[in-house]
């Protein structure tokens, strides 16, 4: 392996690849407490039995996770999944000190009936942009709760993704629509200070299938300036029509100064949700080519955006399918640094764009993984966390 | 709306006007028992309260829907959902009687978990295709029972929805997911006698997000021509990529003999299983166009098709969406039947595409309504089921 | 036919009918010089011999048309296509007054090979977004020079559709791509004068088959904020991915009063350049539903929008798809006005869908030619322009 | 580079790399004489000047691409492109002798007007399907003509890619289009001798926007057993809907003994024609794992299948981007020959996902230009075949 490690420092440059060993090994990626968890289909979720169940197991999940990747120093939370008020809040902070990792984003659930109170009739017509005002109050102050929540476990970032859509022309008017979310949104992000994030999730479709509130980055981004400079757009890769180029989206609203992070994850055809990186991993190469090309104009340090992953583990191992969606990441960031950045820029101003995909492909086709060892290695993590994961669990 | 009917008299000629009134009252359309409940996501049913629970219930309200509407003289059933063994799918008989219905198709739910037995572990890896005989076993078994209750109902056509498929290229060989399901098919289309019809529905994505097993109507039609002639294929409208031309798959598969039914929904992304013809009429009366066309040339009467609702009732209320619908299919139809069949066959053989595409619009563009009164009249049924359902409800 | 029209006098109300049969002879539709010509593919275009070749010959033609439809009162022009200098527009002038036509918008073609210059040589790698300045100051030129047109012809509408993109991910980089592209756009934007606009068209792919450097509305929209309030959005129906809503597009654009106009035309798989509303009528009612409401909502009158046709005629006679274009938009906007938004807006309040979803349909369902005929009747035009023209041409 | 090669030779074997090197030397791939001429789109082409233009020139490139990658024995020709008689097509046997190259693929051109005859008016309305028999009898003698070129040329694989279609549904009757179709077919096949192959090639669009004549691998597969055992299915990457799983098609096709081969490119949105695995590397690495599974169970061996290039070269150099599909091409076959088959397996037996996609994961990730390479240098050809044609051209 050591030969391998040679053979890099030498193709590539020792520079490039010691900041590659660095840099792999710190950029932050969160994991999510539902992800720990079986996920499922309208046809049902087929539970083994071994998956955590409670919040608290779950955030034991994450450490034992955090301990073999590296990956995962927090968790993303979902309200009131992981927790309905703020005793039961106050309550995580305990297992998170014990399994030692924070807390990241916090998720507004805006699509579980509660028990009691305007959210439980007609929760099917919409939150923020419910018909009835009482609805719409009720999920603008179940967000403000979140932020609530997210002070008291000391973070900083808000998730607002929206199930909010209908089913047919007749259901709901556009122009309400529109206008009743961009309302509620005020009211959140005017609850926001300073060093805190709204992301802004956008969804082609589903749970509405005829559309959803906030359907697209342009609606994203739309929102995120009504909003202010606390309001960030969130990608999540499966959320797009079938032919849109996501990077170019994500340099544009990078360029603009709106790309808050992402939520990561692979599909084939729609928001499938599967291992990110599983089966488009030069797509995943060519974001994070865009995101690093941000960071050297000047735009937004690629550490500095929130990365999630966001998956629904329905057949393999939640545990094991996390890892493997983490080694997908860590192998397209790790290749995405190796791109000859200089040469790049020269092929395209001649423009000669044979040589210039060559220079990608270049890259790509770099066996990365004794990058990734040498990085585990320097942190004292397993170099092969699943058989690891295997052998003692 | 005499006025209007004697318009459509003069124009048409009396002859096409009454054979639609006859033709519209007449074609079968079937509705399914869960239709009558409500539908949901993987993000949740939003259950009103006031759905029917049990299969009695469902039965009950399929015969108020079809004293309504004059359609749902059959209902199509769901095991072990609808009766887990021949006991209870024996107890189906007197609500049947009573609701003034008989069953319709069976079909067999494959992905639902058994409480003891061999489908209980591992059922997220298939049924039919599972990597374990045991499973295929007892999977097949199921279907060849659902036969029995069938023939015990009185009905003759079993529905094979395959919920099999996968979620990344690692997890089965695309040849054993084939010869399995090949397989398994052939045990129970053997099982099979006379007049008895097995339709093999296909579908492109979900659950599986990978793969699945029946993907589109070239794998049905293969599979229908191994299992034999009682095998034929079954369109759901939402089951295709976006951009198939759907009516040109029916044409085809309607010429090789082998069409042997439908799964009527609208759908704007994916199967969004939205009110049929809601979203898309235009397809609607084309795909009848095609039908019509069909039986013109001597193929299969558009009567002995299998016409079947399968939608789901996530918003609106099941019972009024289910009007909705048969309103919108009985539109489509008379629609397709306005036609001026000879003048497109001359226009076509020219070939002269603007006049052509002008008949088939000027069909389209006919207010049909008064057709459909006449019918409803002429069969005692009320005019505006909708209304008369509210009113007395 | 009187007795059909006291029948929609009596059924919806005289005031509605009338303004319907009033504001469908007003609303002005565009037609475009090339669409008079062939249309082909990049397989071949088949020319019959009987198109008009010239840009006289396609004024005359486009005369023609709006004797016999009263629509096309204005022509949209293509430059180059339809003059190389101030020499040649203005030589237009006489066959636009023979005609009895005025020049509509004004289109710069960016994407055809110059015979001399800088355009000429490697067009290939863009106009705007070209990475050689001297290309971009050239397009950026020609621009310019249509704006002079423009004003030469007493036009006041520029249209903006981009050829660039890119066909691999080496070949440009995105933030060069959208830099070049606003710095170009701005100069473009500040040569315009109050009461001229600039429409920014926007297209997911073709030519470009890796990007397109205004690849969707939200790239149009951000644009159009750059450039001020003379520029916005202009909406092809087919250049959108599969699955977007685009009317929910609309009403969120015109909203934001950033709605400019519309090329016309239908799609079944991409940019397909069809007959508008030949397969997709209830799209284009919905359309039309959003910008009425858009209108009652006090944002951009309906008539004050840019409606122009946009279809390549490959098969079909192209005046002859140009008039079955034009009665399907006719249709589509007079259905659209018969709808009770009064009774709409009351069950979206409640929320009571399945009415709703009926009120849009009873007004889908009514045949609205009675009105149309009215229309062209009170107007001196033709019943019937595709008969009088084929009977007379 | 020797240690790079004995780290693969330790990590997966002598055995297997050293098969590999062989395998990936010896697989067929065939050039088309017009990818070597610029491509375009509906919008133009644009010529640069150095590509060849006779069919001379082309074959003499195809040449030089043979001599410098190794792929490229058999050059596609496309008739009366190359040749519009016996005469012209007997003249391109010099200059394959003296490029060292022999003729492959016979493609006949069904879409291009003809100076005289009947292929000249009409061409638009379709080919085989036309509505006139007498263009469905010049378009069968073209395809007997081109029969007779392929014996001349001493090939025997025939290619039929139909341009026919439809652009609304009144154009055509679905089922004559099907009729015309498969009687025009039959008197092709029929005109087949044994060892002579027809590759019958489907299209989901273009140039056809409504319907098209064989729209999918259903119907080829149809087609294909209708015509008999010498007629197989050709799978185009680009040529399918969104969201279609083309590696499941092939190993279903595969198993019918009904593959014949391949055009390779790949796509973004449509039928785009960009280099082969310059977007979708893992795409194209799952076929190769489909083909070699399929070879390992007894079916078709991978050499044994038409690997044919067709891409339409417009913005990069088109001999460049020849060079850069095939090692695209030949990455992916590698990887490919990497897999462990015999873990995976037993891992889809268990079934066991996870540790099934890493396998898979782990041949895709590695780097196989070591490989590559060897293979090159035992065959005399350059190690780096764009650089040494830079070099010298």
């Not at 994070?288 to 191992?317: T, W």
């Not at 094991?320 to 040469?343: R, W």
Request: charged share 25%.
């Amino acid at each position: 392996m050591t030969e391998q490690l040679d053979h890099l420092f030498e193709y590539f440059g020792k520079d490039i690849i010691d900041i590659a060993i660095q840099r792999v090994a710190t950029i932050p990626i969160e994991v999510p407490s539902w992800g720990f968890g079986r996920g499922g289909t309208r046809f049902g979720a087929y539970k083994v039995g071994t998956e955590p169940v409670t919040p608290g197991e779950k955030i034991a999940a994450a450490g034992q996770f955090h301990k073999l990747t590296g990956k995962g120093s927090t968790i993303a939370l979902h309200f009131p999944w992981d927790g309905k008020n703020k005793t039961e809040v106050r309550k995580l902070k305990k297992p998170l000190k014990q399994a030692g990792i924070a807390a990241g984003s916090i998720n507004a659930n805006l699509f579980s009936i509660r028990e009691k109170g305007p959210l439980t009739d007609t929760i099917r017509f919409g939150s923020l942009t419910h018909p009835h005002e009482k609805v719409r109050d009720a999920s603008v102050k179940h967000c403000i709760d979140c932020l609530d929540y997210m002070r008291l476990l000391g973070s900083n970032t808000f998730v607002l993704w929206l199930p909010d859509g209908t089913n047919s022309p007749g259901q709901m008017s556009m122009y309400e629509q529109s206008e009743r979310l961009e309302d509620a949104l005020l009211q959140v992000s005017e609850a926001l200070v300073e060093n805190e994030t709204m992301l802004i999730e956008y969804k082609i479709f589903e749970p509405g299938f005829y559309s959803t509130a906030i359907q697209d980055y342009g609606r994203s981004l739309y929102l995120s300036w009504l909003a202010g400079d606390n309001a960030k757009v969130l990608v999540d890769l499966g959320h797009h029509p079938h032919g849109v180029n996501v990077e170019q989206i994500i340099a544009q609203v990078v360029r603009q100064g709106k790309l808050g992070g992402f939520h990561f994850n692979d599909s084939y055809y729609a928001d499938d949700d599967l291992a990110t990186g599983s089966l488009h991993p030069h797509q995943l190469f060519r974001i994070f080519v865009n995101l690093i090309e941000g960071e050297m104009r000047g735009y937004v340090p690629v550490h500095e955006l929130a990365f999630m992953i966001d998956q629904s583990h329905n057949i393999k191992d939640p545990f094991e399918e996390l890892i493997e969606s983490v080694e997908n990441i860590e192998t397209a960031y790790v290749k995405a640094m190796l791109v000859d950045y200089h040469g790049l820029e020269g092929a395209r101003a001649a423009p000669d764009p044979t040589p210039a995909d060559r220079i990608l492909m270049d890259a790509f086709n770099t066996d990365v993984r004794p990058i990734l060892y040498e990085s585990r290695r320097n942190h004292g993590l397993p170099l092969d966390p699943l058989s690891t994961w295997r052998e003692t669990s």
